[in-house]
Structures are given as C-alpha cells and as structure tokens.
C-alpha cells in the first residue's frame, strides 16, 4: 500500500487565515456623525449620533464627508422605529436597528453602537473584495482549517433565518420601508457552517437592509 508523505511547508492555512485578516484591517473604521442640536425624546441607549427624524436624503448628505461614517434615525414612515445609516462603496446603506438591552441588527448583539458599526463594515468590506475566495471556502473541505483568528468549529448559526428577497424600488413591503437586500449564498453558507469565527460576517449578514 502506498504511502503518502507531504511536506509540511505545503500545507499552509496561515496564508488564507491572513488574508482575511488583512482584509478585516483594511476595512473602513467607524466615524459617527454627531448630531449639533439637541434632539427632543433621543432614546437614552443613543449617544450624539442620533439625529431624529430627518429624512433619507439629509442623512445621505450627512454621510456623504466619507466612507464608514454612520448616524441613527428616526423612521419617518414608522415612527418610533429606528435606522442606522452607514456609509460604505459611495452609497448610504439603511439597516432597520433594534435595542433589547444591546443594539443589533441582526442575531448578534453589540454592548455599543460603534462595536455594531465596526463588525458591521467590516463584514461588508469583506463580502465586497472576498465573494470569490470565500465561495471557494464553502466548497473545499481544505479551507474548514481557515478562521480569523480562531477556528469556530460549531455552526456559527444552529438554524436558518428567512432568506430575505429584493424588492423593486417603490414596492414596499407590509411593514418595511423599502425593498430588503439579500447577502450572497456564499457568505450565508460560510457563516452558517462556521469556517469563518463569529467575529467578523456575522450581524450584517442575516440583517434587513433597507435600500
């Protein structure tokens, strides 16, 4: 019977692992857009990022000075529901926001609204420039040894979530303000079989974002 000898210096997961970590550094950092006048009824779970009830257009603006620059509204077609605004690939991205004793937006909860921004960007930033490489992930057992930093062995998600479907412009759904955006089958899958650490692809990538 054959014997298979392989040089260690072949096998190397330390190479995939720092490109996602590399990928998770070069993300946009937070910047939060504070809100100069005082805001009437701010929720106290909110800081100077809360803006209340200004209108997608305005929060446009206000994003528009650079990339991961983030504030909080007030839906103005659902008052008392509230929208985080986070600017990422030159356009203003809108996540339905929740508070339960922690903010998320998704399963993953956050102590911190810059915690939530922070995971958040970089989830996206890594969906943006890794689609390729982390569907490569999904469908080679070899890439079960990449992580982060460590390697989640359990199921990042024990069940699935309803998958969220796209809607035309001007289509809204019954209790949404717009149409949701559905994040690539890759990215669930990955997040889902727990190649890659909770850390990172996790709120964002089973949240309704609100186009």
């Not at 669930?188 to 709120?203: A, E, P, R």
């Amino acid at each position: 019977m054959a014997i298979h000898v392989f040089d260690n210096d072949e096998y190397r997961p330390p190479v995939w692992k720092s490109y996602l970590y590399q990928l998770q550094q070069e993300a946009p950092h937070p910047r939060r857009v504070t809100c100069i006048s005082e805001v009437e009824n701010r929720p106290k779970y909110y800081g100077r990022e809360y803006h209340g009830m200004i209108s997608r257009e305005e929060a446009d603006q206000l994003l528009s000075v650079a990339e991961g620059s983030y504030l909080i509204r007030e839906s103005q077609r659902q008052p008392g529901t509230y929208t985080l605004a986070l600017r990422f690939g030159n356009q203003t991205r809108n996540f339905r926001l929740f508070y339960d004793g922690k903010h998320f937006v998704g399963e993953k909860r956050f102590e911190s609204i810059h915690d939530l921004v922070t995971d958040g960007l970089i989830t996206l930033y890594i969906e943006t420039k890794a689609a390729e490489y982390i569907s490569k992930m999904t469908i080679n057992p070899i890439y079960e040894h990449v992580g982060y930093t460590t390697l989640n062995r359990e199921p990042a998600l024990k069940k699935a979530l309803p998958v969220c479907r796209d809607m035309p412009d001007g289509k809204d759904a019954p209790g949404e303000e717009t149409g949701l955006e559905e994040r690539p089958d890759s990215l669930k899958c990955l997040v889902g079989t727990g190649i890659l650490n909770d850390t990172i692809l996790s709120s964002y990538s089973q949240a309704k974002v609100l186009i």
